[in-house]
């Protein structure tokens, strides 16, 4: 996936980039991010989306990664991801169109991107086991 600097594009990527990555790692559902700790990382996962958009030439809103992270707390407990359920199912995972994007977009812009580095690569390795057995 390739994003522009159309900011709905990026406002939505940024909310995919941590809802996304962390129920999938988790295999938890949205009350995941009740844990402060989960909070902070899916914070840095979207300011890193944010970043990088803005770079890109999305103008942003200042506090998108906050409202963001808001809105994920507002979400009913028991709801989950697309990322989720295709990892629950076993299907191959859209982490590379997701947090893969805003990695390599990052290279790009020059923007660092390590939380969303590391869960990209775990996200891989994850989805390769569903490669083998494919």
Do not use: Q
Not at 24 to 31: D, E, K, N, P, S
Not at 34 to 48: F, I, Y
Not at 87 to 107: C, I, S, T
Not at 118 to 125: D, R
């Amino acid at each position: 996936m390739t994003v522009s600097g159309a900011p709905a594009a990026w406002a939505k990527l940024c909310l995919n980039a941590a809802n996304g990555a962390v129920t999938a790692l988790t295999t938890r559902r949205m009350r995941v991010f009740a844990n402060p700790r989960v909070a902070r990382l899916g914070r840095a996962l979207v300011e890193e989306a944010w970043l990088v958009g803005n770079a890109s030439g999305a103008r942003l809103p200042d506090d998108l990664p906050d409202r963001v992270i808001e809105r994920l707390l507002r979400m009913p407990p028991e709801s989950g991801s697309s990322m989720l359920w295709d990892r629950l199912a076993g299907r191959p995972l859209e982490y590379d169109a997701r947090n893969g994007a805003v990695v390599r977009a990052g290279v790009r812009v020059g923007v660092p991107t390590p939380h969303n580095d590391t869960v990209t690569a775990l996200l891989e390795a994850i989805s390769e086991t569903f490669d083998e057995a494919g």
